[in-house]
């Protein structure tokens, strides 16, 4: 379900989408309202494909299908979807394997690229790009405001993804405040942002142990969090989860791969 709503006096466009890809969207687009109007009904389309394509809750998903299928035989993919899995591999290589869309073990998946199709050794692997969709998903977007125009746009994806473009209309950026999920009124940080993305991870009094150390295939339970800002949407999503379950030797080592992205470690002990 989606609706909208155009403040006038600011040339703003509210829209916000339930229940897509898990959670929930919610877009602020400044301009003419039959502009950003039209924007918005072709990013509710765009999110929606993406939601029957990589959400692996959808039975109907393309990524479900492969869940279902890859441990029988070889799963043929779409071009779309063969080009993310590729790319997934390359974040796995990035991170040190602390990315990893099996959750459990990558070197049991096996990718066959003359015929585009996939093949899970074993029927305990599974794909989950919950910590790559809404970065990609994002990334979307930004081509859409690109190709339309729209010079000045916040999206907040599930309160943990925000894509920034331009300023905000009273100010050179948009503030964004992270707050401490165990202290309500206290605030860990107020990001500036203008051109770029920012994402956090972490454990949450909502949210408890639901991050896996792939390595040990253990639930993270250290009370922290991590926040990454980058002008790549999916560069952000992607390390807010690798850092999150990365040992102290390792952090160092993967922040050097993605050297235009700024991460930040709250200790929320």
């Known amino acids: 379900m989606s609706y909208t709503y155009y403040y006038k006096k600011s040339n703003m466009l509210h829209g916000s989408l339930l229940n897509i890809m898990g959670t929930g969207l919610d877009a602020l687009m400044i301009g003419k309202e039959e502009v950003v109007s039209s924007v918005w009904d072709a990013i509710v389309l765009e999110i929606k494909r993406l939601h029957h394509m990589l959400n692996r809750f959808d039975t109907s998903s393309e990524i ?12 043929k993919v779409s071009d779309e979807l063969w080009r993310i899995l590729l790319d997934t591999g390359r974040y796995h290589q990035q991170t040190l394997g602390y990315f990893d869309i099996t959750l459990s073990d990558y070197t049991r998946l096996y990718f066959d690229k003359e015929n585009h199709s996939v093949f899970f050794d074993g029927y305990r692997i599974s ?33 943990s993804s925000v894509l920034a473009v331009g300023s ?10 992270v707050e401490h ?14 051109g770029n993305s920012l994402s956090t991870s972490g454990n949450t009094s909502q949210h408890k142990n639901h991050i896996i150390d792939p390595h040990s295939g253990v639930f993270i339970s250290e009370k ?23 040992d102290s030797e390792s952090v160092g080592k993967i922040q050097a791969n993605f050297p235009g992205a700024a991460s930040y470690t709250f200790n929320l002990q």
């Not at 919950?130 to 405001?145: D, R, S, T």
């Not at 309500?184 to 107020?190: E, G, N, S």
């Open 127 to 159: 794909l989950d790009l919950g910590g790559y969709a809404k970065g990609y998903a994002l990334k979307k977007i930004q081509e859409i405001f690109l190709d339309s125009d729209i010079r000045q746009a916040l999206v907040n994806f599930g309160n």
């Open 64 to 75: 479900s299908y492969i869940n279902n299928n890859a441990c029988i035989y070889p799963v």
């Open 224 to 246: 922290k969090m991590v926040s990454v800002v980058s002008t790549n949407c999916i560069d952000a999503e992607v390390l807010t989860t690798a850092l999150m379950v990365a």
């Open 181 to 194: 999920p165990f202290q309500p009124k206290v605030q860990l940080k107020i990001f500036e942002l203008s």
């Open 168 to 177: 905000h209309p009273h100010g050179k950026s948009w503030n964004i405040g």
